[in-house]
Nanobody
Framework: VQLSQSGGGLVQAGGSLTLPCEVS???????MGWFRQAPGKDREFVAA????????YYADSVKGRFTISRDNAKNTLSLQMNSLQSEDTAVYYC??????????????????WGPGTRVTVVS
């Protein structure tokens, strides 16, 4: 199983960025999520999506600004980030879950992780 990430970089405050994540080798994908880790802080939940139904969940800090989506045919996950703020600066990780137990916002729920991509928001 491999999760490949790209799309990070430097962006101005108020700007937008889209993070893609490609999944390969996973025979059963139930849910996928995005987490992030800011410098000096613990990794935190950002958003999750149920692979079949498309139901989405968001952390309060990104609700209304970020959109998680998936392309089932291409096995890709995306995170569209708008109105970026300095507090959004972090390394962003995509994660896949093949045996979902209901805790979409917990790291322990996910059994496959991408390498992370860095997003830096500057003002």
């Amino acid at each position: 199983v491999q999760l490949s990430q790209s799309g990070g970089g430097l962006v101005q405050a108020g700007g937008s960025l889209t993070l893609p994540c490609e999944v390969s080798g996973l025979s059963r994908n139930v849910a996928m999520g995005w987490f992030r880790q800011a410098p000096g802080k613990d990794r935190e939940f950002v958003a999750a999506i149920m692979w079949v139904s498309g139901t989405t969940y968001y952390a309060d800090s990104v609700k209304g600004r970020f959109t998680i989506s998936r392309d089932n045919a291409k096995n890709t996950l995306s995170l569209q980030m708008n109105s970026l703020q300095s507090e959004d600066t972090a390394v962003y990780y995509c994660a896949a879950d093949s045996s979902y137990s209901g805790s979409y916002n917990r790291q322990s729920e996910y059994n496959h992780w991408g390498p992370g991509t860095r997003v830096t928001v500057v003002s």
